[in-house]
C-alpha cells in the first residue's frame, strides 16, 4: 500500500519531479488512501502550480476522486472554484473534471447553472469541455429541455471541435431525452443546415439514435428496419461530410458489417471483410491510429462471434455495447492537436483501456460468481439455472479485451436483474437499484465494482432463502400456511418401521411450491406391538380372576341363590372379554 504521509511530503516539497510522482499517486491510489479529505487537498494544491502537466494530472484526478471525498459540499466548492480559474486550459480541465463528479455533485442545480455558464465561455476548448460534459451527464441534469436546447445551440458553433463534441453529446443525451419525437425533429431541422458539418452531424446523430432505437426494439422485424435506417443515415452523413471531416466514416462500414453478418450470416464473409477493411482505412491520417486498429480489430472479433448468436435478446445485448464503443471510437477519428493542445490525450483516456485496478475486479467477480452457481447447483429453483448462466458470464471476463467485457457486463446485467425479481422484497429494492444504477455507469470499473457488490451480497440472499424453503411446517406459523396455500396435494411415503411421513405440498399464487413435511405414528410391530399384547393378557386374565373370585364368595355365602347369580356372571365374563379384545384391536 502506498505510504500517504510520503505522498504529502512530496506534493509540498520542492522538486517537481517529486510533485509529478505524488500527482501520480494520488490519481491512482485515491480510493484506497485511508484520510480522503487531506488526499483531496493534496490535489486542490497541485493545481496552483505553473506546470501544466501537474495541473492536467490533479485537476483530471479530481473528477474521478469525487465520489470517494467525505465532504462532497466543500469538494463541490474547489470544483467551482476551478471552474472559474482565469488561466483557460484550468477551466477545461476543470469542466471535464465535472463530469466525471456530476452525478456525485449534491447540488446538480448547481452544477448545470455552471455547465451552462462554460457553454457560453470565450475559450473553444472550454465550450467543447462543457458539451462534452453535458453529454455524458445528461441523465443526470434537472432541466434536460434547456440542456438539449443548449447543445443544439452548440452544434452551431464558429468552431469546428465544438460542433464535433456537441453532435457526440447529442448522441449520447438522445436517450435519456423526455420527448423524443421532439428531439428527432430537432436533428431532422439540422440536416438542412446551411454548414455541411452540421448537416452531415445531423445524419450521423440520427443514424446514432436509430442504433439506440434498433437496441430497445420488440421485435426482430423492428430491429432489422431500425438498423437499416441507421445504415441509410450513416451514409447520408458520408455524403455530406468533408474528406476531413466524415464522422460515420467509421459506423457506417462497421454497422454495415453488424447487419450482414446478422441477417445474412451465411456467404457473407467477403463483404463483412470489405467493410472492416474500410472502418481500417477511416485511421488513416490520424496520430490516434494505433488506438483505431485495435478498436477495429476487438470488433472485428466480436463480429466473429457475433456470428454464432441466435437468441434475439442477446444480439440487442451486444449491439448495445457496440454502440458504446463505436461511439468511443468516433474520437479518436481526426486529429485536433494543433489546434488544441492536450486534445489527443484526452480523447485517448476516453477510449477505455483495462487498467490494473479493473483486472483485479474481474478474478474476485468470477470467485464470487462460482460460490453464487455452487449455492444455487442442484436446488431445482429457478436460480440454479442463474447461478450457471451468471457463472459463465463472468468466466468470460477479460483482462485484455474491453469490448469484449462490455458485451459481457451487459449479458451479466440481465442475468442479475432476473436473480433480484426472485428475491424477497427487503432485500430485492437495495439490490436491484444497484442493478439499475450499473447500466448507467459510464466508467468501465464501477460497472465491475457494482457488479461484485451485487453477488457478494445475492450469495447469501439466496442462501438464506434456499434454507427457509426447506424448513418443516411446523417451522412455521398456521396463519402463514393457510393464506399462502392454493392447493394441496397429500402423498404418504414410507419412513421407516412403525411411521409414515405426510408431504404436503403447496402451492402459492406465484406459482412456487414449497414442499411440507408431518411424520404421523402408526402401529408398531415391535416393541409397541409386544406391549399391547401384554396388557391385553392382564386385562383377560384380571377378568376371569374378578369372575371367578365373586362366585367362590357368593357360593360360600349365598348357595341357595347360586342357580340365579351363575348365569349372570358368566354373561357378564364374556361381555368384558369381548369388550377387552376389541380395544386391543382398535388400539
Not at 426494439?217 to 452523413?237: Q, Y
Not at 467509421?250 to 464473409?269: D, W
Not at 447500466?439 to 439466496?462: A, F, G, M, W
Amino acid at each position: 500500500m502506498v505510504d500517504q504521509a510520503e505522498i504529502h511530503r512530496k506534493v509540498t516539497g520542492g522538486d517537481v519531479e517529486e510533485r509529478r510522482e505524488a500527482a501520480e499517486q494520488l490519481s491512482d491510489n485515491f480510493a484506497d488512501l485511508p484520510d480522503k479529505d487531506e488526499a483531496w487537498k493534496d490535489l486542490i494544491r497541485l493545481t496552483g502550480y505553473e506546470d501544466s502537466y501537474l495541473i492536467l494530472r490533479a485537476v483530471d484526478a479530481l473528477g474521478s476522486a469525487f465520489r470517494y471525498v467525505p465532504d462532497k459540499d466543500e469538494a463541490w466548492e474547489d470544483l467551482d472554484w476551478l471552474t472559474r480559474n482565469e488561466d483557460s486550459f484550468v477551466r477545461w480541465r476543470a469542466t471535464d473534471a465535472l463530469g466525471y463528479a456530476f452525478q456525485y455533485v449534491p447540488d446538480k442545480d448547481a452544477a448545470w447553472n455552471d455547465l451552462h455558464r462554460l457553454t457560453w465561455d470565450a475559450n473553444g476548448d472550454v465550450r467543447s469541455g462543457a458539451a462534452d460534459v453535458l453529454g455524458s451527464a445528461f441523465q443526470y441534469v434537472p432541466g434536460k429541455d434547456a440542456v438539449w436546447k443548449d447543445l443544439i445551440r452548440l452544434i452551431r458553433d464558429e468552431d469546428t471541435f465544438v460542433q464535433w463534441r456537441a453532435a457526440d453529446a447529442l448522441g449520447s443525451a438522445f436517450q435519456y431525452v423526455p420527448d423524443k419525437d421532439v428531439a428527432w425533429e430537432d436533428l431532422h431541422r439540422l440536416t438542412g443546415d446551411k454548414n455541411s458539418n452540421v448537416r452531415a452531424y445531423a445524419n450521423h446523430l440520427l443514424g446514432r439514435a436509430s442504433i439506440f432505437k434498433a437496441t430497445e426494439a420488440e421485435s426482430e422485424d423492428n430491429f432489422e428496419s431500425e438498423l437499416k435506417n441507421a445504415i441509410d443515415f450513416f451514409e447520408r452523413s458520408s455524403k455530406e461530410a468533408t474528406y476531413y471531416n466524415n464522422p460515420s466514416s467509421f459506423c457506417l462500414p462497421f454497422y454495415r458489417a453488424f447487419s450482414k453478418i446478422t441477417f445474412e450470416k451465411a456467404g457473407s464473409e467477403g463483404e463483412v471483410k470489405r467493410y472492416l477493411t474500410e472502418a481500417k482505412n477511416a485511421s488513416e491520417g490520424s496520430k490516434n491510429k494505433e488506438a483505431l486498429l485495435e478498436a477495429v480489430e476487438n470488433l472485428a472479433n466480436a463480429l466473429s462471434e457475433a456470428q454464432k448468436v441466435t437468441d434475439f435478446d442477446a444480439t440487442k445485448s451486444d449491439l448495445k455495447a457496440y454502440l458504446q464503443y463505436c461511439n468511443r471510437a468516433e474520437d479518436l477519428i481526426g486529429d485536433a492537436t494543433e489546434d488544441a493542445p492536450g486534445v489527443a490525450q484526452v480523447l485517448l483516456r476516453r477510449f477505455p483501456r483495462i487498467n490494473d485496478q479493473t483486472k483485479e475486479l474481474i478474478p474476485e467477480i468470477q470467485e464470487t460468481a462460482e460460490a453464487v452457481c455452487r449455492e444455487t447447483r442442484g436446488t431445482s429453483t429457478p436460480y440454479e439455472s442463474l447461478g450457471m448462466e451468471v457463472n459463465k458470464w463472468a468466466g468470460e471476463l477479460s483482462n485484455r479485451d474491453y469490448l469484449r467485457n462490455e458485451r459481457t457486463v451487459s449479458r451479466i446485467i440481465n442475468v442479475l436483474e432476473k436473480c433480484c425479481n426472485h428475491l424477497p422484497e427487503g432485500d430485492k429494492e437495495y439490490l436491484c437499484n444497484i442493478v439499475k444504477e450499473i447500466r448507467e455507469e459510464s466508467q468501465h470499473r464501477d460497472k465491475l465494482s457494482d457488479i461484485l457488490t451485487v453477488l457478494s451480497h445475492l450469495e447469501p440472499c439466496i442462501r438464506s432463502q434456499l434454507q427457509i424453503a426447506t424448513k418443516p411446517a411446523t417451522d412455521k406459523p398456521r396463519s402463514y400456511e393457510q393464506s399462502s396455500q392454493k392447493t394441496d396435494h397429500n402423498t404418504t411415503v414410507f419412513a421407516g418401521a412403525g411411521s409414515n411421513v405426510t408431504v404436503t405440498q403447496k402451492e402459492k399464487e406465484s406459482g412456487d411450491v414449497t414442499v411440507n413435511t408431518a411424520v404421523t405414528k402408526e402401529s408398531q410391530p415391535d416393541k409397541q406391538s409386544d406391549r399391547s399384547s401384554k396388557r391385553t393378557a392382564i386385562d383377560i386374565f384380571a377378568d376371569i380372576a374378578v369372575h371367578v373370585l365373586v362366585y367362590t364368595v357368593l357360593h360360600y355365602f349365598a348357595e341357595d341363590l347360586m342357580p340365579v347369580i351363575a348365569p349372570i356372571l358368566v354373561l357378564s365374563a364374556l361381555i368384558i372379554l369381548i369388550l377387552i379384545i376389541l380395544n386391543a384391536k382398535s388400539g
